[in-house]
């Protein structure tokens, strides 16, 4: 690990990989809340096809960060996977700015999506190996609020250019591209990963949960049974749109959304340091599931922009945490393939989540769709309670 210092207390590949996920998650929040609408109101598509695509792109990427993680360790390098992984979803914007149908908006998520896989095993095992155990909440943590910055920034600017344009959703598709550039043109330059030894093929773990411990494998199922509710956020835009909501104003809200996200990512991840990872992922399971019960009931547009500003504490406070209490329970030497494995797990479950999602919605009706998430969040719950107390026993035995 390197000695040397970024701002505060991080390494430099900690900083400028902030700075990375800024710039691209601009790009990527200046498309994502547009692309229900544009599917929806522009090409026409129904619920159940959204979830489908949606389903189909998330789980891409899910399925490939455990092979893009394990190569990682394989070949012992880090930087160029991300530059790969960055660069291929730069190249996917022009498929949806000149999209005339769903399958060309489908094919642009799922390579967008294919990047996404290559790109975050790697980064998360350089953030982890660039940081100290006892300050993995913090890294991680800024990590996720660069990250939100950038998403709070995209959807401003994506606003501003709906109200210039009137052919707004291509331009702002188009120009979605010059921060995604940004952003592998720092990993190029800026990011410093020193010589790694290639893994012996006889130490390199198999693609398979059975050579992690117990721990990991629990959490690992704990966190895969709240994603198989956690549908894409495009059912909260469309919500959004269905309680009156105006498409012009809805990057608005995804961008209140986000930072509020932003401002609660680096405190959230000083709080599970000090206080346990354990207290605040148990915390972010329960807010969720109250979060998406308030969606299913939602009456009008004051309780979406309120439900949108919890659903922000809420993300602010879960997934750095989650990667952080990841990172303190797997092997050093096999950090990217246990994050490639838990992305994978994450990504599988979303799948069925977007796809049964967008099927509620059309046949029942749009609050199925979020008691279906409520119900998955208060299972999760549940068992990371009893998670929690086993550890807690097993502890008690040992002293």
């Known amino acids: 690990m390197s000695e040397r210092k970024g701002f505060f207390i991080f390494d430099r590949n900690v900083t400028v990989s902030g700075f990375v996920s800024l710039f691209m998650d601009i790009s990527s929040e200046m498309i994502y809340p547009l692309v229900p609408l544009f599917l929806a109101n522009v090409l026409g598509v129904n619920k159940s096809v959204i979830g489908l695509i949606e389903g189909i792109a998330e789980s891409t ?4 960060r455990v092979f893009s993680g394990w190569f990682s360790d394989r070949i012992g390098n880090r930087k160029w996977l991300m530059v790969a992984g960055y660069g291929i979803s730069t190249l996917s914007r022009p498929l949806l700015a000149l999209a005339a149908g769903w399958h060309h908006v489908m094919g642009f998520r799922f390579i967008d999506r294919f990047g996404k896989g290559i790109r975050t095993a790697p980064r998360d095992a350089i953030v982890a190996e660039s940081t100290v155990k006892e300050y993995l909440g913090r890294a991680f943590g800024f990590q996720r609020a660069m990250d939100t910055v950038g998403a709070a920034i995209g959807p401003a600017i994506a606003f501003l250019l709906m109200g210039i344009f009137s052919e707004g959703y291509r331009v702002v598709f188009w120009l979605s591209m010059v921060p995604a550039a940004i952003a592998v043109f720092l990993i190029i330059f800026f990011i410093r990963e020193g010589r790694r030894p290639v893994a012996n093929q006889s130490s390199i773990p198999k693609l398979s949960l059975s050579y992690f411990n117990l721990k990991f494998k629990a959490f690992i199922i704990i966190a895969a049974i709240f994603a198989a509710g956690n549908s ?4 909260l835009i469309l919500r959004a ?13 995804y961008l209140t959304f986000n930072v509020i996200y932003a401002l609660t990512s680096v405190p959230a991840g000083v709080a599970a340091d000090r206080f346990g990872r354990k207290k605040i992922i148990l915390i972010g399971f329960i807010m969720f599931a109250f979060i998406y019960y308030g969606f299913a009931i939602a009456d009008g547009p004051k309780a979406i922009w309120g439900l949108f500003a ?7 406070i879960s997934e750095g945490v989650q990667k952080a209490y990841l990172a303190s329970i797997i092997s050093a030497d096999y950090k990217a393939t246990a ?3 838990y992305n994978t797990a994450i990504g599988l479950a979303t799948f069925p989540a977007s796809l049964i999602g967008g099927m509620l919605w059309d046949r029942i009706s749009p609050s199925a769709t979020f008691y279906y998430g409520c119900l998955t969040a208060s299972v999760s719950t549940f068992l ?7 550890e807690k026993t097993q502890g008690i035995k040992r002293a």
């Open 310 to 316: 919890f659903y922000g504490i809420f993300m602010g």
């Open 232 to 235: 894409s956020d495009v059912f």
């Open 61 to 64: 990427a899910g399925m490939l």
């Open 241 to 253: 749109q269905q309680e009156g909501i105006s498409s012009a104003t809805i990057p608005v809200v």
């Open 384 to 390: 990371f309670a009893i998670f929690i107390l086993h």
């Open 339 to 341: 994050f490639g494995l």
